[in-house]
């Protein structure tokens, strides 16, 4: 099964940046369409950003303009930049990839990583 981890959570002031990552390990495989989630505290779990395998974007309405989220390929990783943060951005933040062989022409699971905590706050 393959992994996704995620870093660069913390604590930031209104108006500040942060960069999160997500990095997927394993064996044989390919990821396709990759996310970021994020839920606050008291509040359902809510989809931030997504980019596909060929770099296709989308983004909920409260953070166009704000978040960018790009990939490398390569490095099997994505990013989301966080700029121009508000406390309303305050939440557990999660990414997830839909995942299949590297032998095969589809995904066949989603793997979803243990979240990083994004804190906005003076």
């Known amino acids: 099964q393959v992994q996704v981890v995620e870093s660069g959570g913390g604590l930031v002031q209104p108006g500040g940046s942060l960069r999160l990552s997500c990095a997927a390990s394993?064996?044989?495989?390919?990821?396709?369409?990759m996310r970021w989630y994020r839920q606050a505290p008291g509040k359902e779990r809510e989809m931030v950003a997504t980019?596909?395998?060929?770099?296709?974007?989308d983004y909920v309405e409260s953070v166009k303009g704000r978040f960018t989220i790009s990939r490398d390929n390569a490095k099997n990783t994505m990013f989301l930049q966080m700029n121009s943060l508000k406390p309303e951005d305050t939440a557990v933040y999660y990414c997830?990839?839909?995942?299949?062989?590297?032998?095969?022409?589809?995904?066949?699971?989603?793997?979803w990583g243990q979240g990083t905590l994004v804190t906005v706050s003076s």
């Open positions: 997830n990839a839909n995942i299949g062989s590297r032998y095969s022409f589809s995904p066949s699971y989603l793997a």
């Open positions: 394993g064996n044989n495989f390919k990821i396709y369409t």
């Open positions: 980019i596909t395998s060929v770099g296709s974007t």
